[in-house]
């Protein structure tokens, strides 16, 4: 429990103590003794109406005689019948916040640093110290329980039913009114959560149980502020840090997960998983580099992580990309000397991204779309057997895939394998029969393979499709 110690106890009672206490005619002092024995007499009788004349006694004791234990303690402790006889939460609110102050204030007079305290006045401090720590105790745990039980009981199952009542067409005002009882009782839990935070806002679970609310309703803005809030209450940052960059990541904000994911692996330096979504995050931002670092990361830890060799492979596919640009523009600016340095660098690259796809292949020879990108810059390299292989093998893990056999087609002409050529361009043009690229290709190749019917048959329905 945070305890107030920016303000004097004397200013502090001051506070806490109504107007009406000090005013009109100037009381009697009696003895100490007198005013305590009074109030009990009247918080004794469990009579509400009574704590009137008990706090008024205290009052008088504070204003004749400052901070004692005793006196603070009975004061606070009467709070205790308020909150418990209390109509609502929002009643209950008020008296809980006056209980902790009195607790507070308590913990400050009988603090043994206190000079300004006479030591008479801290008798029996330990044990009501004990005794106002075990109301904390008592009454964060009962609006803790309430708040998680009606959040178990109440939130998901209201949920539903006002899903499926728009989806039966219920009508609209049924509906309004299902979700004014379902408001009702996030206030509820709200509130009941928020008395925990004035009970001990250092405790971490109210703030987790906040967000966890908001986390059930979908409004993952309010259960992140919620979840910052308990991030500066706790030692244990690990589990909060992990949902807010999830909720950041439900919410589309993949920049606001960043930060809270990087925070997260320090603490927990191993969580493969979290570091590829943290690549992923650092992906959707541009941050390639980044992304790269992360996977290389994994790497040392799973040397077999599909998702990471396949990133980094990316990885160097995009340089490549951008390196086969930057050749390109100086070959038709006619500079000879740059062009060759990015061709080399081009070249590395490419063979940086292949050899971090045969990674892949090794352990999950049916990706099929890293056998389609292995197969394809084998082909810009002029592998063609590796080309072949790979665009076959993709082909055969989806045969449905027009690109895959157009590819194996294309290869085989390099390899002047027009019998396979034509037999890949085939499955091509039962996918696709308005290709009309692969069948001016089969035309071409059906004459050089000495099949008249077939270029006949190609040639009629190339014409049907100009």
């Given at each position: 429990m945070k305890l107030i110690r920016n303000i004097a106890i004397a200013a502090l009672l001051v506070a806490l103590v109504p107007v009406s206490g000090f005013a009109g005619k100037k009381a009697r002092k009696l003895p100490m003794g007198a005013y305590i024995k009074s109030a009990k007499i009247d918080i004794l009788s469990g009579d509400l109406k009574r704590y009137k004349s008990a706090i008024a006694m205290l009052d008088s004791l504070f204003m004749f005689y400052g901070p004692t234990a005793e006196a603070i303690q009975l004061r606070g402790g009467m709070e205790v019948d308020y909150i418990d006889k209390a109509a609502n939460l929002d009643e209950k609110m008020e008296h809980v916040k006056t209980l902790v102050a009195y607790i507070d204030t308590l913990r400050m007079t009988c603090d043994k640093d206190n000079k300004d305290v006479k030591k008479k006045y801290k008798k029996n401090c330990d044990k009501l110290i004990i005794k106002?720590?075990?109301?904390?105790?008592?009454?964060?745990?009962?609006?803790?329980?309430?708040?998680?039980?009606?959040?178990?009981?109440?939130?998901?199952?209201?949920?539903?039913?006002?899903?499926?009542?728009?989806?039966?067409?219920?009508?609209?005002?049924?509906?309004?009114?299902?979700?004014?009882?379902?408001?009702?009782?996030?206030?509820?839990?709200?509130?009941?959560?928020?008395?925990?935070?004035?009970?001990?806002?250092?405790?971490?679970?109210?703030?987790?149980?906040?967000?966890?609310?908001?986390?059930?309703?979908k409004d993952y803005e309010k259960a992140v502020s919620w979840l910052e809030k308990g991030l500066d209450k706790t030692d244990d940052k690990v589990t909060i840090l992990q949902t807010i960059s999830y909720d950041y990541i439900k919410m589309g904000d993949y920049a606001g997960a960043i930060p809270y994911m990087r925070d997260y692996l320090e603490l927990a330096p191993d969580d493969v998983l979290t570091m590829g979504n943290l690549a992923i995050c650092y992906n959707s931002q541009k941050m390639y580099d980044s992304s790269f670092a992360v996977n290389k990361r994994v790497l040392v830890i799973d040397s077999v992580n599909i998702d990471a060799l396949s990133s980094v492979g990316h990885y160097f596919r995009q340089l490549f990309m951008n390196a086969n640009d930057s050749s390109r523009a100086y070959r038709e600016a006619g500079d000879d000397a740059s062009t060759e340095k990015w061709e080399k660098i081009k070249n590395s690259y490419i063979d940086s991204s292949l050899t971090y796809y045969k990674r892949v292949l090794d352990v999950d020879p049916k990706n099929e779309q890293i056998q389609f990108l292995f197969a394809t810059y084998n082909y810009f390299k002029s592998n063609w057997k590796l080309a072949i292989e790979g665009f076959k093998a993709a082909a055969e893990i989806n045969p449905d895939e027009a690109d895959y056999w157009r590819s194996l087609g294309d290869a085989y002409i390099q390899t002047k394998e027009f019998d396979k050529s034509a037999a890949a361009y085939e499955k091509v043009v039962v996918i696709d029969p308005n290709d009309k690229v692969i069948w001016d290709q089969l035309v071409s190749l059906y004459s050089e393979l000495r099949k008249p019917k077939d270029k006949a048959r190609a040639e009629k329905h190339l014409k049907a499709l100009e």
């Open positions: 106002n720590d075990s109301l904390i105790v008592k009454y964060w745990r009962e609006f803790y329980n309430n708040g998680i039980n009606m959040m178990n009981d109440n939130i998901d199952s209201k949920q539903e039913e006002i899903v499926q009542e728009i989806a039966n067409g219920t009508d609209s005002s049924v509906i309004a009114q299902l979700k004014d009882i379902l408001q009702a009782d996030v206030d509820t839990i709200v509130a009941n959560f928020e008395l925990c935070i004035v009970l001990d806002e250092s405790n971490v679970k109210s703030y987790i149980g906040l967000g966890a609310l908001f986390e059930k309703l």
